[in-house]
């Protein structure tokens, strides 16, 4: 069984930072894709970042330029550097897992955290 466990959230200022971590545990060989995902109230739950084993990233619009994904694929761990802050950024933050193969060559599609609430005041 795999968990993923998230860090870092609060409250802090517009304008301001706030670094996510998430490190994954259980029985595992490698995480193809590491990633944030954030749901505001009343809303669906929305790609924040991704990071490939490779260092691919994928990012979207509204947070390019603002938010940094990083990885330790050694320790199974994703990190999400928050800077510029927004009152709209304002969420539940998720890690995300995506292909995870395990030491026992199982394949599991995904795996999610159980969140952590990131506000941001104006």
């Known amino acids: 069984q795999v968990q993923l466990v998230e860090s870092g959230g609060g409250l802090v200022q517009a304008g301001g930072s706030l670094r996510l971590s998430c490190a994954a545990s259980?029985?595992?060989?490698?995480?193809?894709?590491m990633g944030w995902y954030r749901q505001a109230p009343g809303k669906q739950r929305d790609l924040v970042a991704t990071m490939s084993t490779a260092g691919t990233t994928n990012y979207a619009d509204s947070v390019k330029g603002r938010f940094t994904i990083s990885r330790d694929n050694a320790k199974n761990t994703v990190f999400l550097q928050m800077d510029i802050l927004r009152p709209e950024d304002t969420a539940i933050y998720y890690c995300?897992?995506?292909?995870?193969?395990?030491?026992?060559?199982?394949?599991?599609?995904?795996?999610w955290g159980q969140g952590t609430l990131v506000t941001v005041t104006s």
């Open positions: 995300n897992a995506e292909r995870i193969l395990t030491k026992r060559a199982d394949l599991l599609l995904d795996a």
């Open positions: 259980g029985n595992i060989f490698t995480i193809n894709r």
